[in-house]
């Protein structure tokens, strides 16, 4: 089974308007972290957001926030006002903690592409 | 500028010829990891190292090798090239908080 599950290939979004693109996680764990990652068309991976799995607000970072829903194990992020800019492919990722507190396989969903339309 | 570098940053080989990756960062992390990224798949683990004279197996470890002699440098290595290794290989370093610093990539065609 998918540890993290991206359901939009692809999403379209009008500048200055919001969107939500989806990520439902899978996890035993208590102790876990979701991240957000952004790819242009350069190629380059650039971190977005992170929500902690104990952190009981929702993380924000200017125009992105995190809707961190742990019952339904979703971590969808928002993007508000979209910008040309915004048009790239997004991922989204967890950290499991292992016992001993060694953190590593930050497993990544297969991503949407967002495209922001004039 | 503090980070990780990625070297070669395209590379193109012929089927069965081996070449090394070089992954070096600056920011002494403990752990290093290689990723392929083939489009539809996201990001794979290849292997990975939680400290230097370290490494483990990640998801797709088959037709690779790694070495970590040193802690800011971690090695991926390709015996004999297969055209199904074409990829987008990245390295990345974490420290124990959250950070995540990924290098620039490599684009690798076997052909």
């Known amino acids: 089974a998918q540890k993290i599950t991206q359901t939009q290939p692809g999403m379209f979004v009008q500048e200055k308007e919001a969107v939500t693109l989806d990520c439902t996680y899978d996890?035993?764990?208590?102790?876990?972290?979701l991240f957000w990652y952004k790819q242009p068309s350069s190629g380059e991976m650039i971190f977005l957001i992170y929500?902690?799995?104990?952190?009981?607000q929702n993380a924000t970072e200017g125009r992105y926030s995190l809707n961190f829903q742990k019952a339904r194990k979703s971590a969808n992020l928002v993007i508000s006002a979209s910008q040309l800019g915004d048009s790239a492919m997004y991922f989204c990722?967890?950290?499991?903690?292992?016992?001993?507190?060694?953190?590593?396989?930050?497993?990544f969903g297969k991503g949407t592409l967002l495209t922001v339309n004039p | 500028n503090a980070g990780v570098t990625q070297t070669p940053k395209f590379r193109v080989l012929k089927t069965g010829q081996s070449m090394t990756l070089l992954c070096a960062q600056d920011?002494?992390?403990?752990?290093m990891y290689w990723y392929r990224q083939d489009p539809g798949m996201g990001l794979r683990l290849i292997h990975y190292s939680v400290g230097e004279g370290t490494t483990a197996k990640g998801e797709v470890p088959d037709g690779y090798n790694v070495s970590r002699l040193k802690k800011q440098n971690f090695l991926l290595g390709l015996e004999s090239a297969a055209p199904s290794q074409t990829s987008v290989y990245f390295c990345?370093?974490?420290?124990?908080?959250?950070?995540?610093?990924f290098g620039s990539g490599t684009r690798l065609t076997v052909v």
């Open positions: 929500q902690g799995s104990y952190d009981e």
């Open positions: 920011m002494n992390h403990e752990y």
């Open positions: 990722a967890m950290r499991e903690f292992q016992r001993g507190g060694s953190n590593y396989k930050l497993t």
């Open positions: 996890t035993s764990d208590q102790s876990y972290g």
């Open positions: 990345a370093s974490s420290s124990t908080r959250y950070g995540y610093t």
